[in-house]
C-alpha cells in the first residue's frame, strides 16, 4: 500500500513563496497536489508524470507561473514550490498518487492520498 505523508504548509504573508513536500511509501507513478477551501470543491493545482515518460509536468492555470511541481526519485519524494502566494491559495493541500505513468488531472485517476497541509495566505 502507498502511503503519503505532506509537510511544509504553514501561515504566511501574500506574495511569500512556501514548499510543500510529499514523501512516498511505496511504488509511485504519476503523482500530484490537489486544494481544498472551505466550501469548495477540490480542484488540480499541478501533477508530474514518471521520470522515464519525461516527467511532463502540468498545472492549472490559476498557479501557471507562480507554482512548479518536481520530484526526487531517489527520495521517493515529490514538491510543490509556491511563489507569490495570494490569499486566494489558502487551501488544505493534499498529495496524490496515481497508477499511470503519464500526468493526470482528474482526482479520480488517483489512488492514493495523503492527509493534506494547510496553507494559509494573508493579505
Known amino acids: 500500500q502507498v502511503q503519503l505523508v505532506e509537510s511544509g504548509g504553514g501561515l504566511v504573508q501574500a506574495g511569500d513563496s512556501l514548499r510543500l513536500s510529499c514523501a512516498a511509501s511505496g511504488r509511485t507513478f504519476a503523482m500530484g497536489w490537489f486544494r481544498q477551501a472551505p466550501g469548495k470543491e477540490r480542484e488540480f493545482v499541478a501533477g508530474i508524470g514518471i521520470s522515464w515518460t519525461g516527467g511532463i509536468a502540468d498545472y492549472a492555470d490559476s498557479v501557471m507561473g507562480r507554482f512548479t511541481i518536481s520530484r526526487d526519485n531517489a527520495k521517493n519524494t515529490v514538491y510543490l514550490q509556491m511563489n507569490s502566494l495570494k490569499p486566494e491559495d489558502t487551501a488544505i493541500y493534499l498529495c496524490?498518487?496515481?497508477?499511470?505513468?503519464?500526468?493526470?488531472?482528474?482526482?479520480?485517476?488517483?489512488?492514493?492520498w495523503g492527509q493534506g497541509t494547510q496553507v494559509t495566505v494573508s493579505s
Open positions: 496524490a498518487a496515481a497508477r499511470y505513468a503519464s500526468v493526470r488531472r482528474s482526482d479520480n485517476d488517483y489512488t492514493y
